[in-house]
């Protein structure tokens, strides 16, 4: 039986940990900041919450990340009190948070110097999909590496998908999150203009569902977080804008035209600031209503 070591219990990592001890496969270290999150009682029995990250680099074959962002990331490894010095040659190191593909690159070759192996397998499919174990797992780096990750992964996600080199999985999440935000911010705009033209909201959500205008946010938010005024995805604003700003900052290192994109990317970052602080990112649909 292998150790893992899983960094990060918030509204993603905390099932997808839970997910990962349900099958008894492994033993696992479990960490985090919140110490609400390392009560024993949360856990079954062959896992071990812990406050000490030493004790998790020391016990640990592969270590997962599911942090807010890649300085987080790098803290953890080699900040501070970072666990890089007590790590084992030869552990494979996952970094599950969305982060920056350049960035991960980075943090790939200085773990490689310690000899620790990275891949990067940020996710998609929100709360509910972490906790049901059917998420998308978009995976960078070596194969050899991804091979070793994948009866690991297969515990949380439904697809994995192999994306290319170290960074990729990045790349196509930071990509994945802007075409999802600016889907849901079209929508926003065009429900504002159905409801002053005297259309009743759900009905419009309605019509685009069994039309062409359909996406993952109709279908998936609108009626249930977005018109019930629930507003609680567990994903919140400050993330996306963390993958939208990440996706402008690749497009102009690589020199593409992102002219669109940046208009949305620009909307979403007014939202953010005019909103308060910690909220979730479906709000951005009730912001827009009362702009109009
Ligand atoms: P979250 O804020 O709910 O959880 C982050 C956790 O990290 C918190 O429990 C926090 O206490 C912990 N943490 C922060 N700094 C730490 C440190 N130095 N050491 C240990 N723990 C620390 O965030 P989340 O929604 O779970 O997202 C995690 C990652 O997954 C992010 O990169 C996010 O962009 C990505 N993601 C989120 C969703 C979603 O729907 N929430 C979906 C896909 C991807």
Not at 62 to 85: A, F, H, M, R, W
Not at 139 to 159: I, R, S, Y
């Amino acid at each position: 039986m292998s150790n893992i070591g899983f960094i990060g219990l918030g509204n993603m990592g905390f099932p997808m940990a839970q997910n990962l001890a349900k099958e008894k496969q492994h033993n696992i270290y479990v960490f985090d900041l919140n110490i609400e999150t390392l009560k024993k009682n949360l856990w079954p029995e062959n896992v071990v919450p812990t406050n000490d990250l030493s004790e998790l680099a020391t016990n640990s074959d592969t270590v997962i990340t599911c942090l807010p962002d890649i300085s987080i990331v790098q803290e953890v490894y080699y900040g501070n009190k970072g666990i890089l010095s007590n790590l084992k040659e030869g552990t494979l190191a996952i970094d599950m948070s969305s982060s920056d593909p350049h960035l991960t690159i980075e943090l790939g070759n200085t773990l490689t110097k310690m000899g620790v192996d990275l891949i990067d397998a940020p996710v998609s499919g929100g709360v509910k999909k972490a906790i049901s174990g059917e998420l998308a797992i978009l995976v960078g780096g070596d194969k050899p590496n991804v091979e070793k990750a994948m009866p690991t992964l297969t515990l949380m996600g439904g697809k994995i998908i192999h994306t290319g080199s170290l960074g990729s999985g990045q790349a196509c999440k930071c990509l994945n999150n802007l075409c999802s935000a600016t889907g849901l911010l079209v929508v926003a705009e065009a429900l504002s203009l159905a409801e002053k033209f005297g259309v009743m909201p759900d009905t419009f959500i309605d019509v685009l569902n069994y039309s062409s205008g359909k996406n993952n946010s109709t279908e998936n938010k609108f009626h249930q977080f977005i018109l019930s005024e629930k507003f609680n995805s567990g994903f919140r604003m400050d993330l996306m804008n963390k993958d939208i700003l990440t996706a402008l900052n690749l497009a102009n290192s690589l020199k593409v035209d992102f002219s669109l994109s940046k208009t949305s990317i620009d909307k979403w970052k007014r939202a953010e600031n005019e909103l308060e602080l910690g909220c979730d990112h479906t709000e951005i649909a009730g912001w827009q209503r009362k702009l109009s």
